[in-house]
């Protein structure tokens, strides 16, 4: 079963692509150094589970959130997501008090 319809799917993939022009335009901007921010600060992500790895990491927990999500929904899922990565399920961290 499809999710979205072939029109829809154009529709998407054609906001994509103006979206990445837009992304193009604005890292030529900040490298001619006029911005105090070299980097485009808000990477692209497909979903909120996506965005919060992009934004706060740590890598892989996207997965995880799309997973917890479905079982509990996202308050619950934000819980638990915050016990598995002080637990060091998404790797170790110098000190937990960096976690925070």
């Keep these: 079963m499809e999710l979205y319809s072939e029109e829809m799917k154009k529709y ?3 906001l994509q692509r103006e979206i990445d022009k837009a992304y193009e335009i604005a890292k030529q901007a900040r490298a001619q150094g ?7 600060e808000v990477p692209q992500a497909t979903d909120m589970a996506g965005r919060v790895e992009n934004l706060v990491g740590p890598k892989g ?39 925070a």
């Design 12 to 14: 998407f993939e054609y």
């Design 34 to 40: 006029k911005d105090p921010v070299r980097g485009i």
């Design 61 to 99: 927990v996207a997965e995880r959130i799309r997973e917890l999500v479905k079982e509990y929904g996202k308050e619950l899922a934000a819980l638990k997501v915050v016990d598995e990565i002080i637990d060091g399920k998404f790797g170790k961290f110098e000190s937990k008090e960096k976690l």
